[in-house]
């Protein structure tokens, strides 16, 4: 059963410098919303699409936009509602990202919280694409700051939220005021009677797009899952890779960009990695497959379409790192493994914002996803000690010892040292004091003395680090709006939280030691009371001292530090 469309970009008319945004983000085929949705938009059709978060329906409507209106103008020509803000933001990155190629033209988010003082000299300056939420196109609307007498499109995302939320009026009467010839699409994740209502009343025979599920999983395959922040995958996925004993394994991300990006990842981790995507030529893509079924490699990273047909017994795992666009995917995923009446593994990373489709393949399958746990500290810890065992065990077997035995009994007797502390100076040749995962600060980092940022980790294994925001209690500032903005605009859960502690200028919050620098960048410029955040981490110490950290700056999590590396390569377990 394939389960990627057959449709290809290349069949839907897309604008070309369109289409060069979505090969310079990665995307290889249309997923199946979007293979349904882009063709009727482009052809002028209202659409009712029923799609949840993580389908792909935001390029679905996206794409025909932006390359119906590629050539700009000045007033308003696409407007997209969205629920709340943190969506319609994220709604106005996607159009940002895939008009990267569109000069001409502008996507303005607009949405309640912000200062009315950015979006009005955003309005003036001209946006083709404005993204909001109905109450604050309303205010706009009404204070004639916002003119969409000339709107093309009006797209409903996310429209039973809207509705749950109470906006049922403000979306009726901007349906009411665009104009006539305008193409509405509306997404929704359900069809509650209002829906119906609202599409029968204000859209023009619209086409009706449903993406349909039907699945069946082997039965020899274990479901799982694993609940992470998007932040801590990396994290998680190396944790993981130590401690499952797998043969070999496909990890699935979603663009071909994020194969190569993985791969490499891992490779600096220690763990033999390949990413095979489209734009691998076939011969290439061939050798690395012998190699898979050899067992020269045991860990491949791929996208859905590279993977299709994949037929490798020895594929004991398959990780879906990203969440597959539909239950079809996954299941065609999963597929990957369990072959040849083998038992085979699958894991799940999902993060809380996509729990809702967790309960999707769920029901499609007809089979229970188990939740597990991040693997701890000590699980870890309890691998690298016996493989570290193992490793012993099989170099004693090793041909050439009796050459190095002789070597080392000399050393001995001429410096009167015991055998066992050989041994141990001998294995920090290849490993270093990094070698076992610490929940504490390691000690070469408290030898640095008390300027030092404390690093603290918690229950759940989140490594917090201090950060610091300009805004105090002479903001007016509580615990709740500073989780909430950071939460909303930095795409964290309240597990990313540690503690708060506000001050009369300035706030200090734990968050995840290892935030990227893309979610640093969102947080910079967000506000809370309407100031500017300016978050940084904190220089530790009473005031502002050195923060320079073990190794400095980022690069993945530290947990996995010591030499990078220089861990047990735990890709070969398994083989013999
Ligand atoms: P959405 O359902 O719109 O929230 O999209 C979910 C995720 O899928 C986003 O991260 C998109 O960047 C990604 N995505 C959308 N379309 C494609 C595609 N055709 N191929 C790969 N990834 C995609």
Same mark, same amino acid.
């Given at each position: 059963?394939?389960?990627?469309?057959?449709?290809? *970009?290349?069949?839907?008319?897309?604008?070309?410098?369109?289409?060069?945004?979505?090969?310079?983000?990665?995307?290889?085929?249309?997923?199946?919303?979007?293979?349904?949705?882009?063709?009727?938009?482009?052809? =002028?059709? &209202?659409?009712?699409?029923?799609?949840? /978060?993580?389908?792909?329906?935001?390029?679905?409507?996206?794409?025909?936009?932006?390359?119906?209106?590629?050539?700009?103008?000045?007033?308003?020509?696409?407007?997209?509602?969205?629920?709340?803000?943190?969506?319609?933001?994220?709604?106005?990155?996607?159009? %940002?990202?895939?008009?990267? @190629?569109?000069?001409?033209?502008?996507?303005?988010?607009?949405? =309640? =919280?912000?200062?009315?003082?950015?979006?009005?000299?955003?309005?003036?300056?001209?946006?083709?694409?404005?993204? %909001?939420?109905?109450?604050?196109?309303?205010? @706009?609307?009404?204070?004639?700051?916002?003119?969409?007498?000339?709107?093309?499109?009006?797209?409903?995302?996310?429209? &039973?939220?809207?509705?749950?939320?109470?906006?049922?009026?403000?979306?009726?009467?901007?349906?009411?005021?665009?104009?006539?010839?305008?193409?509405?699409?509306?997404?929704?994740?359900?069809?509650?009677?209002?829906?119906?209502?609202?599409?029968?009343?204000?859209?023009?025979?619209?086409?009706?797009?449903?993406?349909?599920?039907? /699945?069946?999983?082997?039965?020899?395959? /274990?479901?799982?899952?694993?609940?992470?922040? @998007?932040?801590?995958?990396?994290?998680?996925?190396?944790?993981?890779?130590?401690?499952?004993?797998?043969?070999?394994?496909?990890?699935?991300?979603?663009?071909?960009?994020?194969?190569?990006?993985?791969?490499?990842?891992?490779?600096?981790?220690? *763990?033999?990695?390949?990413?095979?995507?489209?734009?691998?030529?076939?011969?290439?893509?061939?050798?690395?497959?012998?190699?898979?079924?050899?067992?020269?490699?045991?860990?491949?990273?791929?996208?859905?379409?590279?993977?299709?047909?994949?037929?490798?017994?020895?594929?004991?795992?398959?990780?879906?790192?990203?969440?597959?666009?539909?239950?079809?995917?996954?299941?065609?995923?999963?597929?990957?493994?369990?072959?040849?009446?083998?038992?085979?593994?699958?894991?799940?990373?999902?993060?809380?914002?996509?729990?809702?489709?967790?309960?999707?393949?769920?029901?499609?399958?007809?089979?229970?996803?188990?939740?597990?746990?991040?693997?701890?500290?000590?699980?870890?810890?309890?691998?690298?000690?016996?493989?570290?065992?193992?490793?012993?065990?099989?170099?004693?077997?090793?041909?050439?010892?009796?050459?190095?035995?002789?070597?080392?009994?000399?050393?001995?007797?001429?410096?009167?040292?015991?055998?066992?502390?050989?041994?141990?100076?001998?294995?920090?040749?290849?490993?270093?004091?990094? *070698?076992?995962?610490?929940?504490?600060?390691?000690?070469?980092?408290?030898?640095? %003395?008390?300027?030092?940022?404390?690093?603290?980790?918690?229950?759940?294994?989140?490594?917090?680090?201090?950060?610091?925001?300009?805004?105090?209690?002479?903001?007016?500032?509580?615990?709740?709006?500073?989780?909430?903005?950071?939460?909303?605009?930095?795409?964290?859960?309240?597990?990313?939280?540690?503690?708060?502690?506000?001050?009369?200028?300035?706030?200090?919050?734990?968050?995840?030691?290892?935030?990227?620098?893309?979610?640093?960048?969102?947080?910079?410029?967000?506000?809370?009371?309407?100031?500017?955040?300016?978050?940084?981490?904190?220089?530790?110490?009473?005031?502002?001292?050195?923060?320079?950290?073990?190794?400095?700056?980022?690069?993945?999590?530290?947990?996995?530090?010591?030499?990078?590396?220089?861990?047990?390569?735990?890709?070969?377990?398994?083989?013999?």
């Amino acid at each position: 059963m394939e389960t990627t469309t057959s449709v290809s *970009f290349a069949d839907l008319d897309i604008e070309p410098r369109v289409m060069q945004a979505l090969n310079d983000v990665g995307y290889e085929t249309p997923s199946p919303i979007q293979a349904e949705t882009i063709p009727p938009l482009m052809a =002028g059709r &209202d659409v009712v699409g029923l799609a949840q /978060t993580g389908t792909g329906k935001t390029a679905a409507f996206a794409i025909p936009v932006l390359s119906k209106i590629a050539g700009g103008g000045k007033k308003p020509r696409a407007l997209v509602l969205a629920p709340t803000r943190e969506l319609a933001l994220q709604v106005a990155e996607a159009f %940002g990202k895939y008009a990267a @190629h569109l000069p001409d033209i502008r996507v303005l988010p607009i949405y =309640g =919280g912000q200062s009315y003082g950015v979006q009005l000299s955003g309005l003036r300056r001209g946006a083709q694409i404005v993204v %909001g939420t109905p109450g604050r196109v309303i205010d @706009h609307l009404d204070k004639g700051t916002l003119d969409i007498s000339e709107l093309d499109f009006l797209v409903l995302d996310e429209a &039973d939220e809207m509705l749950t939320m109470g906006f049922a009026e403000d979306v009726e009467r901007i349906l009411r005021d665009t104009p006539d010839s305008k193409q509405v699409a509306l997404f929704s994740a359900t069809m509650p009677k209002a829906i119906g209502r609202l599409a029968q009343k204000y859209l023009k025979s619209p086409v009706e797009i449903t993406v349909k599920a039907k /699945t069946q999983t082997a039965q020899n395959t /274990t479901q799982r899952y694993l609940q992470v922040s @998007h932040q801590r995958k990396l994290d998680a996925l190396t944790r993981v890779l130590e401690v499952e004993s797998f043969d070999a394994m496909i990890i699935f991300v979603r663009t071909k960009s994020a194969t190569e990006e993985l791969a490499e990842k891992l490779r600096s981790r220690g *763990f033999s990695a390949v990413a095979i995507n489209g734009d691998i030529v076939q011969a290439q893509r061939e050798r690395t497959i012998a190699s898979l079924r050899s067992g020269s490699l045991d860990i491949l990273v791929a996208t859905d379409v590279a993977a299709r047909g994949l037929d490798v017994e020895r594929i004991s795992h398959v990780v879906n790192y990203d969440i597959p666009h539909d239950t079809e995917s996954y299941v065609h995923r999963i597929g990957r493994t369990g072959r040849a009446g083998r038992s085979g593994n699958a894991l799940l990373f999902i993060t809380p914002r996509e729990r809702h489709l967790l309960r999707s393949i769920e029901k499609a399958t007809r089979q229970p996803i188990t939740e597990i746990g991040l693997p701890s500290v000590d699980d870890v810890n309890a691998q690298r000690v016996a493989k570290f065992g193992e490793s012993i065990t099989e170099n004693l077997g090793s041909d050439n010892i009796a050459m190095f035995r002789r070597l080392i009994e000399n050393y001995a007797q001429e410096n009167d040292v015991a055998m066992a502390d050989i041994a141990a100076a001998l294995a920090l040749e290849t490993r270093d004091g990094g *070698f076992l995962l610490s929940p504490d600060p390691p000690a070469s980092e408290r030898s640095k %003395g008390p300027d030092r940022p404390e690093r603290k980790q918690r229950d759940g294994g989140t490594n917090f680090a201090t950060y610091r925001i300009a805004v105090g209690k002479k903001d007016r500032v509580t615990p709740g709006a500073i989780v909430g903005a950071i939460a909303n605009e930095g795409g964290l859960t309240r597990g990313d939280f540690g503690h708060i502690s506000i001050r009369n200028d300035y706030s200090l919050v734990e968050l995840p030691d290892d935030l990227g620098r893309e979610t640093l960048t969102l947080l910079r410029g967000t506000k809370i009371s309407n100031v500017p955040i300016n978050i940084t981490r904190d220089e530790g110490g009473p005031r502002g001292r050195s923060a320079a950290r073990n190794g400095g700056g980022r690069g993945g999590p530290r947990d996995f530090g010591g030499r990078r590396g220089a861990q047990p390569r735990v890709a070969g377990r398994g083989r013999s």
